[in-house]
């Protein structure tokens, strides 16, 4: 008895702090899972409909993190709408959440750091996080926000700009779609290709109505859409507006692209989110989140859609055919 009791208090002084913490409550780890815009009914189950959800998922359960088995994962979502960010992180606090992952709104993520400064937080981000602030530096974040960001500011914009014009040499005003923290961040990135820029605000879910009207009555001759969750889960919409009003458009996701969008240059969302899974298994296993270095994307991928052109009567440079990394027939 001697013995096996010795054995018991060895290994629980060996496992990992959280681990540990959620053996003593006699209950399975708690991961929350929050997106900003996402139907939450489209989160659910063991392979949910959304993809970045879908892969998430996917991504602890290769890392031994079986949800209801391993691990428990309570899904939220804000629908689209900043006012709902405070209730649903707040209900994870309560819940004793031992690690909440956030996709991407700045707004969602400042609710989540306001309702807890010790619960650890793994983020996408959907801007440069140490120019925002948000962390002390990417080698050493601090606190209890780490994470991935696929963006690199104003001069990744910047880069998607000067793609547009080369495919479009004739557009002048060219329309900002997305939040106002990345229009500001980036409008003067226009004057270095010759464009005027226009911004149409698009922060919440429904805001898509105005913001398309805008530019309308503005008289845009191109678009660019800038990276947020709320703008990721409205693609459709954006894409079905540009073909309708003959658009020339430039997209930082590569899923507008198979959806019918002209051109798309950007890091793969879908792969880094799938990565947040491995930081949440680091910190489930005793990291900490703030001596985890936040990983920021380094591989970016130009896809053009030759249909979408030859629709829109755009024709593709050669250049930049033999530029791209992936071309849609």
């Known amino acids: 008895m001697r ?10 002084l060996a496992a990992p702090p959280l681990i540990a913490r959620a053996q003593q409550r006699g209950r399975l780890p708690v991961v929350g899972l929050v997106f900003a815009a996402t139907p939450i009914s489209r989160m659910v189950g063991s392979n949910p409909t959304e993809p970045l959800a879908r892969t998430f998922i996917r991504g ?7 949800d209801g088995q391993t691990v428990v994962v309570e899904r939220r979502s804000a629908e689209g709408e900043p006012a709902n960010a405070a209730s649903i ?4 606090v309560v819940r004793r959440a031992d690690v909440i992952v956030v996709a991407g709104a700045p707004w969602l993520l400042q609710a989540a750091q306001r309702a807890t400064l010790d619960i650890p937080i793994v983020a996408l981000f959907q801007d440069d996080p140490a120019a925002a602030g948000r962390i002390a530096s990417f080698g050493s974040p601090g606190g209890n926000l780490t994470g991935l960001t696929g963006e690199t500011g104003a001069e990744l914009i910047g880069k998607r700009l000067q793609l547009l014009k080369e495919l479009a040499p004739r557009i002048s005003r060219v329309v900002y779609l997305g939040t106002r923290q990345s229009w500001e961040a980036s409008r003067g990135e226009g004057d270095a290709v010759g464009l005027v820029p226009v911004f149409a605000e698009i ?3 429904d805001q898509f109505a105005d913001a398309f009207a805008g530019a309308l009555q503005d008289r845009v001759d191109a678009l660019i859409v800038l990276s947020s969750p709320v703008i990721y889960t409205g693609l459709s919409r954006i894409v079905s507006f540009a073909a309708e009003n003959r658009l020339p ?8 692209v198979s959806a019918g969008g002209l051109m798309s240059y950007g ?23 703030g001596d985890l270095p936040v990983e920021q ?4 991928e130009l896809v053009i859609n030759l249909k979408a052109a030859k629709a829109l009567g755009v024709a593709v440079p050669p250049t930049l055919l033999a530029r791209a990394d992936e071309i849609i027939e």
């Open 3 to 12: 013995r096996r009791q010795f054995i018991a208090i060895l290994g629980a």
């Open 249 to 256: 458009a430039i997209y930082p996701f590569r899923e507008a």
């Open 89 to 92: 992180l707040g209900e994870l």
């Open 60 to 66: 602890l359960r290769d890392l031994g993190w079986i």
């Open 203 to 205: 922060d919440r879910a």
């Open 267 to 289: 890091a793969s969302v879908a792969d880094l989110f799938g990565r947040t899974a491995g930081y949440v298994d680091r910190i489930l296993k005793g990291a900490k989140p």
């Open 297 to 300: 994307a380094t591989k970016f």
